[in-house]
């Protein structure tokens, strides 16, 4: 199981557009369209199941809020860091 994340650790590794709430760091990823939203989230979708590690999304108009925390550790770790800079390839 990884390690929790000290919060100099969360500071200095969070990444750009991504903001620490708490134990989740979180961003809101904005789109064009409803529908590229939805399709984002499908996608976010398969690559948190790949690295069985699975956010809290929230789609919206034209917009989508993902919440990454590692429930296992009890906070943030470097699973939940992973998998927010992957979000954000695929997000462009
Ligand atoms: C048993 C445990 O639930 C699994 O190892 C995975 C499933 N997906 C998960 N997702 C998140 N966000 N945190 C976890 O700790 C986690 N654990």
Redesign the pocket.
Known sequence: MADLLSDDEIAAQLPDHWDREGDEIVRTYEFDAYLDGVGFAAAAGGLAQEA????EMTIGWREVEVR??????GGITA??IELAERFDEIHG
């Open positions: 069985f590690h699975h956010p990454l925390t590692t429930h296992d550790a699973n939940d």
